[in-house]
């Protein structure tokens, strides 16, 4: 590695590059640009871009001046509460820019902040307080009530709609270093109890750059947010858009239900970029009036979490035709490991599309059952190296074990893969050793 490239967390030494087929160009990103925390480099981002629009939801639209100093106010309410370092922090919150404010605020205080979806069952909510030992939940005065149950008067409450305006809106002095964790996401628990996947200062900015370069956004772009914060999807979403000065615009959840909204909310907001399931993109070509909609504007469309039946994507790209669409694979323990940009003259042949290659900034190698790497064209199992790769499972060292590979110590994405052609992983089945990965495609 040059001194220009990020440096690997230290549980993913180098393996030997002889190893691996080869994924493509490397990106070199700056150094400077991953070797800090994620306020670090908002901080950044709110000097060249103060007054330019970050958050955009139907009931407030903040700069990035506004939200920057909003999550000042956040951080030092927490550390007024707490102010020990490096501790989860719950933020029971809907989808909007209070959410975001308060996920800024907690990295702001250095501490981890762990997203919680209000609709969800109290026992969900319940078994992640227990996980985390969280001391702080922070929320608003809709969701107060519920927090207070959840606090049972052994948490303290900082509710964002109550912080005290006079209280100072500076950035706070304490600085997470890269390899600290920023974030934990629960999976479903739907095979189980809900398992923390904690992700780093550095695995959330090596995402974020990656895909601001790969997808060329700027500071003129309007990124959908259309999946819930505690969902992988959004961290494009908002710290993506956020490397470049870009404005996230939060699709309401009474929205994001009624695809013929969806589609007005698009042509009214003049998005530039759109990411989400391909569910909700195939109930937006059959119900969202797509073609009577003045969407010329969007650039890009992006889809991950799911199979794109082809024959819906085929007709997808008919109905937009000047609309590049990339498609985005990887469990929640890499963010996103591979993507595959869709040709505009997609085959007839009703087979998924590739899951593509590995992304720039990542390594990939594909092993037999015996961890030895397979030829050219053979099936596998997917091993994934690089900066986006989390820190770990939230006080599970037996999950840490079976998921880092003994080869490599890279993680390992639990998918049965071979290669179509050079440089190009179609998905074939899941190995499915560990069903706490579930797997974007």
């Known amino acids: 590695m040059t001194d220009r490239v990020f440096?690997?967390?230290?549980?993913?030494?180098?393996?030997?590059a002889k190893c691996f087929h080869p994924s493509g160009t490397f990106v070199e990103f700056p150094k400077e640009e991953i070797e800090q925390s994620i306020p670090d480099r908002f901080e950044q981002i709110v000097a060249a871009h103060s007054g330019r629009l970050a958050v955009k939801t139907n009931r407030a639209e903040l700069t990035y001046e506004e939200l920057n100093r909003t999550a000042n106010r956040v951080a030092h309410a927490l550390l007024a509460r707490h102010e020990s370092v490096e501790e989860p922090v719950l933020l029971l919150l809907d989808n909007g820019a209070p959410m975001i404010a308060s996920i800024i605020g907690a990295l702001k205080a250095a501490k981890i902040y762990v997203p919680l979806d209000p609709s969800f069952p109290t026992l969900r909510h319940r078994e992640i307080l227990e996980d985390t030992a969280a001391g702080l939940i922070v929320t608003d005065s809709k969701n107060l009530s519920l927090a207070a149950e959840l606090a049972a008067g052994k948490l303290a409450l900082v509710n964002i709609d109550e912080l005290d305006r006079s209280a100072s809106d500076d950035n706070?002095?304490?600085?997470?270093?890269?390899?600290?964790?920023?974030?934990?996401?629960?999976?479903?628990?739907?095979?189980?109890?809900?398992?923390?996947?904690?992700?780093?200062?550095?695995?959330?900015?090596?995402?974020?750059?990656w895909a601001a370069e790969t997808y060329g956004l700027t500071a003129d772009d309007r990124?959908?947010?259309?999946?819930?914060?505690?969902?992988?999807?959004s961290t494009f979403d908002f710290f993506a858009a956020a490397q470049v000065g870009a404005t996230t615009v939060i699709v309401p959840e009474a929205i994001?239900?009624?695809?013929?909204?969806?589609?007005?909310?698009?042509?009214?907001?003049?998005?530039?970029?759109?990411?989400?399931?391909?569910?909700?993109?195939?109930?937006?070509?059959?119900?969202?009036?797509?073609?009577?909609?003045?969407?010329?504007?969007?650039?890009?469309?992006?889809?991950?979490?799911?199979?794109?039946?082809?024959?819906?994507?085929?007709r997808l790209l008919a109905v937009l035709p000047h609309v590049r669409f990339s498609n985005l694979f990887g469990p929640t323990e890499t963010n996103v490991c591979t993507y595959y940009h869709v040709p505009t003259d997609l085959p007839t042949s009703e087979e998924p599309i590739p899951i593509g290659k590995p992304c720039g900034n990542i390594e990939s190698l594909v092993v037999d059952g015996n961890e030895a790497p397979v030829a050219q064209g053979e099936p596998g199992e997917l091993l994934i190296r690089g900066g986006v790769v989390m820190c770990g499972?939230?006080?599970?060292?037996?999950?840490?074990?079976?998921?880092?590979?003994?080869?490599?110590?890279?993680?390992?994405?639990?998918?049965?893969?071979?290669?179509?052609?050079?440089?190009?992983?179609?998905?074939?089945?899941r190995a499915d050793r560990n069903s706490s990965m579930p797997a974007k495609r």
Do not use: C
């Open 7 to 16: 440096k690997l967390p230290p549980k993913q030494e180098a393996i030997p």
């Open 172 to 209: 706070p002095r304490p600085r997470a270093a890269p390899d600290t964790p920023a974030y934990i996401l629960y999976t479903s628990g739907s095979t189980g109890t809900p398992k923390g996947i904690m992700h780093t200062h550095r695995s959330g900015l090596s995402f974020a750059v």
């Open 223 to 233: 990124v959908s947010n259309h999946a819930p914060l505690h969902f992988d999807l």
């Open 256 to 314: 994001a239900k009624l695809p013929s909204d969806v589609g007005r909310l698009m042509e009214r907001e003049r998005l530039t970029v759109w990411y989400s399931v391909p569910f909700a993109l195939i109930q937006l070509l059959e119900r969202g009036n797509l073609k009577s909609l003045d969407l010329g504007l969007l650039r890009w469309i992006l889809f991950a979490g799911e199979v794109f039946p082809t024959k819906h994507l085929r």
């Open 393 to 429: 499972y939230w006080g599970r060292p037996d999950l840490n074990e079976a998921a880092f590979s003994s080869l490599s110590v890279s993680i390992v994405i639990l998918l049965r893969v071979m290669r179509a052609h050079v440089g190009t992983l179609v998905n074939s089945s």
